[in-house]
C-alpha cells in the first residue's frame, strides 16, 4: 500500500472504448495496479511565469517603440 508520484509524465491518447490512457514513460507499480492521473500543477505555474515573461517582453518593446517614435517626432518639429 505505498503511493509514488511520478511527475514529468505524458499523457499521449486515451482510448475511452478500452478504458486506456497512453503514457510516455515509466509508470511504477504492478500490472492491473490503480493509477490516478492528475493535472500537472508545476506545469501550470511554468505556463504563468512564461505568460507573465512574455508580457513584460511586449510591454518592454512597446514602450521603446513609442520612445523612438516621440523622439522622431520631436526631430521634425525642430526642423
Known sequence: NEHITVQGLLVVDVVPEERVI???GSVP???RGTVYVYHSTIANR???QLKTKR???IVENLLK???GKQGEQTQQESN
Open 65 to 67: 517603440v513609442e520612445e
Open 22 to 24: 497512453l503514457v510516455k
Open 55 to 57: 508580457e513584460m517582453y
Open 46 to 48: 511554468r505556463k504563468k
Open 29 to 31: 507499480g504492478w500490472n
